[in-house]
């Protein structure tokens, strides 16, 4: 019984020291990338009055934000910021120091999608009473949404990945029809097979999104380099903490396809590495730990 005894505290000292040496690794926060949605291509053949496009790509960017995985810029309003920009820019409104033009934040990761599918099939009588769009009637309905996900590291202009993802969604007895000219969003819309069927959707193409993002390392940039001091656009809001350490890349050449125009990438150079010791919101500073030189412009990596 002792010996049981000893035994148990022995696995115990070990378990608690394989916990103390392997919980900053286990404990370490993943850091948020910085996301952008852009807007839709419509592919469905869908000839309706519900924009696609805005539709799909503002559900998706919500269903982003909810997750609570990402830094999400607004990009579906951009043609309003740059506005915004231009008309502080022409001295016409008090000066502000949050529409300065070319200070757009910029994003690690673009997420573009095309619709393929989008539709929506009824059988039965399909008679009853319609209002504000939304009809209710005896017959069966069902809807169909299919979008490509192409996920793309705008430092590389490389496409990470392209997925297809779908939502199905079945309404027996009574239905609940859409017209063409209900807007996306609505809580009418949201309880019709289609509105479900684009849910479903959404909601795998942000699994999708998590699963990929989540072997792509952080990247960020330096804001700019003053006395002895590194500052960087990574803060709290992207999970960091004072004492993370980043290294330093020297951006170079980008590669051009010849034939095609695409973009491969770009060279980049390891010039060293800073720790942060002091973390705002949206941005950092940071102590050189090693190499120097750093310009503004420069990236950072995890």
Do not use: C
């Not at 939304?134 to 490509?148: D, E, R, T």
């Not at 199905?168 to 007895?173: E, F, L, P, V, W």
């Amino acid at each position: 019984m002792v010996l049981g005894l000893k035994r148990s505290g022995f696995l115990i000292l070990i378990l608690a020291l394989g916990i103390v040496l392997v919980s900053p690794n286990l404990l370490a926060l993943e850091l948020k990338k910085t996301v952008a949605v852009s807007n839709f291509e419509n592919r469905s053949g869908w000839r309706g009055e519900i924009k696609l496009g805005d539709g799909m790509a503002s559900q998706l960017t919500d269903a982003l934000i909810q997750s609570g995985k990402f830094v999400v810029l607004e990009r579906q309003t951009l043609d309003d910021v740059v506005a915004e920009q231009d008309l502080a820019a022409s001295g016409w409104t008090r000066e502000s120091k949050t529409a300065e033009t070319g200070k757009l934040v910029p994003a690690q990761i673009l997420i573009k999608g095309t619709v393929t599918e989008f539709e929506e099939r009824s059988s039965g009588s399909g008679t009853g009473i319609s209002y504000g769009g939304i009809s209710l009637g005896s017959s069966k309905s069902s809807a169909h949404v299919a979008v490509i996900i192409r996920i793309i590291d705008t430092t590389s202009g490389q496409v990470l990945d392209s997925a297809r993802v779908e939502g199905t969604a079945k309404a027996g007895g009574l239905s609940i029809g859409v017209s063409r000219d209900v807007s996306f969003g609505t809580s009418g819309f949201k309880k019709t097979p289609l509105g479900e069927a684009v849910q479903i959707a959404i909601d795998k193409a942000v699994v999708q999104i998590a699963d990929k993002l989540a072997d792509v390392p952080f990247s960020g940039k330096i804001i700019k380099v003053e006395d002895g001091l590194v500052y960087a656009n990574v803060g709290t809001r992207n999970g960091a903490s004072v004492g993370d350490s980043f290294t330093v890349y020297a951006p170079g050449e980008e590669l051009i396809d010849p034939d095609t125009g695409e973009l491969l990438g770009s060279q980049k150079t390891k010039v060293g590495s800073i720790k942060l010791t002091s973390v705002e919101e949206k941005f950092s500073k940071a102590s050189i730990e090693m190499g120097g030189g750093f310009e503004k412009g420069y990236i950072i990596t995890d």
